[in-house]
């Protein structure tokens, strides 16, 4: 199995900054794409950001320029600094990992994501 913590996140001010950070564990083999969701309360969750192992980068619109992913392959980590924040940004956010495991005797090709944790803008 392959487990999702994210840290980070808490109350911020437009205009602030905030950092979130998450680690995979467990017998990973590789990781493809990670990155970054959000959901707000009673939207869909929607993606904010994501990373590929060589290092390439999607952004939802309404995060760019303001938003960075970063990436660490041999770590298994994946940040997100997120400036000039808005009280739109308001939302649970959630790590997201295609990830290939050994399972004993076989490989197994996964998704999976993190418990979420809040991100909460005032203006």
């Known amino acids: 199995q392959v487990q999702l913590v994210e840290s980070g996140g808490g109350l911020g001010q437009a205009g602030g900054s905030l950092r979130l950070s998450c680690a995979a564990s467990?017998?990973?083999?590789?990781?493809?794409?990670m990155g970054w969701y959000r959901q707000a309360p009673g939207q869909q969750r929607e993606l904010v950001a994501t990373?590929?192992?060589?290092?390439?980068?999607n952004y939802a619109d309404s995060v760019k320029g303001r938003f960075t992913i970063s990436r660490d392959n041999a770590k298994n980590t994946v940040s997100l600094q997120m400036n000039s924040l808005k009280p739109e940004d308001t939302a649970v956010y959630y790590c997201?990992?295609?990830?290939?495991?050994?399972?004993?005797?076989?490989?197994?090709?996964?998704?999976?994501w993190g418990q979420g944790t809040q991100v909460t803008v005032s203006s």
């Open positions: 997201n990992a295609d990830a290939r495991s050994w399972r004993g005797t076989y490989y197994w090709n996964g998704n999976y």
């Open positions: 990373s590929t192992t060589r290092g390439g980068a």
């Open positions: 467990g017998n990973i083999v590789s990781i493809n794409t």
